[in-house]
């Protein structure tokens, strides 16, 4: 593979750095970062991609797309990661859009996909249930039609970024008489529907994300329902193939792992840096190689996209092995800190990390414990891998 940029690509990423500088200023950057000021942090964020045209890389271009080659793709993102700017919340642009375009109709994807690409609705993900999770089709919440509408009821967990959400999209039960991925409908629900409740639940590093939502006799037009009654489980799979690419976030730990080399290059403590240490320079090259390697398969992924084809059971092989890579960097920021935090033989480090560096480096080592679960636990991920890649 001939990795060297054309001239059109070297422009191209003059285009998106000048972009980048005039818009990932420090102001959008604090706003994102912070929890509390996160949503209109990332709305506005998101926002100057759509002024730019940039909201939607991968729509087709009649629904507001770009039509960058996977090399413009693949420039975009790494100059995205490299500044530290968030990609777009996945749940609206990438998951639930990518099922309107495949299988909604013309008033659904005329109706909710000029607002995606604005920013106007939040959404957020209702498939997991306490009895549902890596058995998704055990799904249990239930939708009785009576007319031209649905009865909801039942719950959600784990409902990420629920307390923002405009809207949901959900699996529910229209039917148990058969097979249980059999009567299983694909439903967007307004979230401000009488009968919804949303109740926090805590994580380990402290923050809400997650969320349990309750359904008790919300009521839902047939006109909100994707494709034909029944086979939303066809549906809901082909979004989580869409679900699992997003979460691999190579150019991400790209930069992350860099900024720990050069961190674990110029820092002294005790008069030598960590990466004087054998073990760690080893351990910090073998995740730069995992890396690498990821990057190419990713490549490859987004090169059979850009043919036309599907994106197929391949993702789960990036999900795994992209979760498992940014956990390794989020142990190995742990150590960072860990030899910067206090003083070796006697001597006060040169210039010593700090409390803020340990924090991040804490709350992203805990908040990372999770990447292994969502999207598809890792291990389920493994099967898939095994069965659907190896052929095993
Ligand atoms: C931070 C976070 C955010 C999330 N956000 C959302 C969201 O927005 N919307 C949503 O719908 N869901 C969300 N989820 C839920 C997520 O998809 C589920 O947690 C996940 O699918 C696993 O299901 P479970 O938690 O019920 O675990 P279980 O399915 O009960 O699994 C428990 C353990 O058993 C293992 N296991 C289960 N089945 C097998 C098998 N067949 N072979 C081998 N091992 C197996 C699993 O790997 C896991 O280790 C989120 C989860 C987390 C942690």
């Given at each position: 593979?001939d990795?060297?940029?054309?001239?059109e690509?070297?422009?191209?990423?003059?285009?998106?750095?000048?972009?980048?500088s005039?818009n990932w200023?420090?102001?959008?950057?604090?706003?994102?970062?912070?929890?509390?000021?996160m949503k209109?942090?990332?709305e506005?964020?998101?926002r100057?991609?759509?002024?730019k045209?940039?909201?939607?890389?991968h729509?087709?271009?009649?629904?507001?797309?770009?039509?960058?080659?996977?090399t413009q793709?693949?420039?975009?993102?790494?100059?995205?990661?490299?500044?530290?700017?968030?990609e777009?919340?996945?749940?609206?642009v990438?998951m639930?859009a990518s099922?309107i375009?495949?299988y909604g109709?013309?008033?659904?994807?005329?109706?909710?996909l000029?607002?995606?690409?604005?920013?106007?609705d939040?959404?957020?993900?209702g498939y997991?249930?306490p009895?549902?999770?890596?058995?998704?089709?055990a799904?249990?919440?239930?939708?009785?039609?009576?007319?031209?509408?649905?009865?909801?009821n039942?719950s959600?967990i784990w409902?990420?970024?629920?307390q923002?959400?405009d809207w949901?999209?959900c699996?529910?039960?229209?039917?148990s008489s058969?097979?249980?991925?059999?009567g299983?409908?694909f439903l967007l629900?307004?979230?401000?529907?009488?009968g919804?409740t949303?109740?926090?639940?805590?994580?380990?590093d402290?923050?809400?994300?997650?969320?349990e939502?309750?359904?008790?006799n919300?009521?839902?037009?047939?006109?909100?329902?994707?494709?034909?009654?029944?086979?939303?489980?066809t549906?809901?799979?082909?979004?989580?193939?869409?679900?699992?690419l997003?979460?691999?976030e190579v150019?991400?730990?790209?930069?992350?792992?860099g900024?720990?080399?050069?961190l674990?290059?110029?820092e002294?403590?005790?008069?030598k840096?960590?990466l004087?240490?054998?073990?760690?320079?080893q351990r910090?090259?073998?995740?730069e190689?995992?890396?690498?390697?990821?990057?190419?398969t990713?490549?490859?992924?987004?090169?059979?996209?850009?043919?036309?084809n599907?994106p197929?059971?391949e993702?789960?092989l990036?999900?795994?092995q992209?979760t498992?890579?940014?956990q390794?960097?989020?142990?190995?920021?742990?150590?960072?800190?860990a030899y910067y935090s206090?003083t070796?033989?006697g001597?006060l480090?040169?210039?010593?990390?700090?409390?803020?560096?340990a924090?991040?480096?804490?709350k992203?080592?805990?908040?990372g414990?999770?990447?292994s679960i969502?999207?598809?636990?890792?291990?389920v991920?493994?099967n898939?891998?095994?069965k659907?890649?190896l052929g095993l």
């Amino acid at each position: 593979m001939d990795t060297r940029l054309s001239e059109e690509d070297l422009t191209f990423q003059d285009e998106v750095r000048q972009f980048l500088s005039e818009n990932w200023d420090a102001q959008v950057a604090a706003r994102c970062n912070n929890l509390a000021t996160m949503k209109e942090g990332v709305e506005e964020w998101q926002r100057r991609l759509y002024r730019k045209g940039w909201m939607a890389p991968h729509w087709p271009v009649e629904h507001g797309g770009t039509d960058w080659s996977v090399t413009q793709r693949f420039i975009y993102n790494s100059e995205r990661a490299a500044v530290g700017a968030p990609e777009a919340v996945a749940f609206g642009v990438t998951m639930v859009a990518s099922v309107i375009i495949a299988y909604g109709n013309e008033q659904q994807k005329a109706k909710f996909l000029p607002r995606i690409l604005k920013s106007e609705d939040w959404w957020c993900q209702g498939y997991s249930e306490p009895g549902a999770g890596s058995d998704l089709a055990a799904l249990k919440t239930r939708a009785d039609r009576e007319g031209e509408v649905y009865t909801i009821n039942g719950s959600k967990i784990w409902t990420t970024y629920a307390q923002y959400a405009d809207w949901i999209f959900c699996l529910v039960r229209t039917d148990s008489s058969g097979r249980k991925q059999q009567g299983i409908t694909f439903l967007l629900i307004d979230m401000k529907s009488p009968g919804i409740t949303v109740r926090p639940i805590r994580t380990i590093d402290g923050f809400h994300h997650l969320n349990e939502v309750f359904f008790d006799n919300v009521k839902v037009p047939v006109e909100n329902r994707i494709g034909e009654e029944g086979k939303g489980w066809t549906y809901a799979k082909s979004l989580l193939v869409h679900e699992r690419l997003s979460i691999a976030e190579v150019a991400d730990s790209k930069r992350a792992l860099g900024e720990l080399r050069e961190l674990a290059r110029t820092e002294v403590n005790g008069g030598k840096s960590l990466l004087d240490d054998a073990l760690f320079a080893q351990r910090l090259s073998a995740i730069e190689i995992d890396l690498m390697a990821l990057e190419f398969t990713e490549l490859r992924a987004l090169a059979a996209i850009a043919e036309g084809n599907q994106p197929g059971p391949e993702s789960s092989l990036l999900k795994l092995q992209g979760t498992e890579t940014q956990q390794a960097i989020q142990e190995l920021r742990m150590d960072v800190a860990a030899y910067y935090s206090g003083t070796l033989q006697g001597e006060l480090s040169a210039a010593q990390l700090g409390h803020a560096f340990a924090d991040s480096a804490q709350k992203l080592y805990f908040r990372g414990r999770a990447s292994s679960i969502y999207g598809g636990s890792n291990e389920v991920q493994k099967n898939i891998t095994a069965k659907y890649v190896l052929g095993l």
